[in-house]
């Protein structure tokens, strides 16, 4: 299974992006899908997790205004994010956790594949 993101790039404070994360060599819809950053200097962070079904997880700062979506026909999941900040900056992941054993899991050790990133970088 490989996962591609794309969408990144450099946006001002208060504006918007749209991640995706496009999955081949499995069909979406059998993985839960999450959402991960990383900042330089500090530990990978969760971000949102969107069970098989489409139940919905966040982290606490991106609550209201980060959005994570499937689009199972199309092979991807989407991360819209609004009213970005500058803290929002980062190496955004997405990850696919074959066995959703932990429904609602936010530890990165219980997703199976993982993309190469997209840089995110929110600046005046």
């Known amino acids: 299974v490989q996962l591609v993101e794309s969408g990144g790039g450099l946006v001002q404070p208060g504006g918007s992006l749209r991640l995706s994360c496009a999955v081949s060599g499995g069909s979406l819809s059998t993985y839960a899908m999450g959402w991960f950053r990383q900042a330089p200097g500090k530990e990978r962070e969760f971000v949102a997790r969107i069970t098989r079904v489409g139940d919905t997880y966040y982290e606490e700062s991106v609550t209201g205004r980060f959005t994570i979506s499937r689009d199972n026909a199309k092979d991807t999941v989407y991360l819209q994010m609004n009213s970005l900040k500058p803290e929002d900056s980062a190496v955004y992941h997405c990850?696919?956790?074959?066995?959703?054993?932990?429904?609602?899991?936010?530890?990165?050790?219980?997703?199976?594949?993982w993309g190469q990133g997209t840089q995110v970088t929110v600046s005046a």
């Open positions: 990850a696919a956790d074959r066995s959703q054993f932990y429904y609602s899991t936010r530890n990165s050790d219980d997703y199976d594949y």
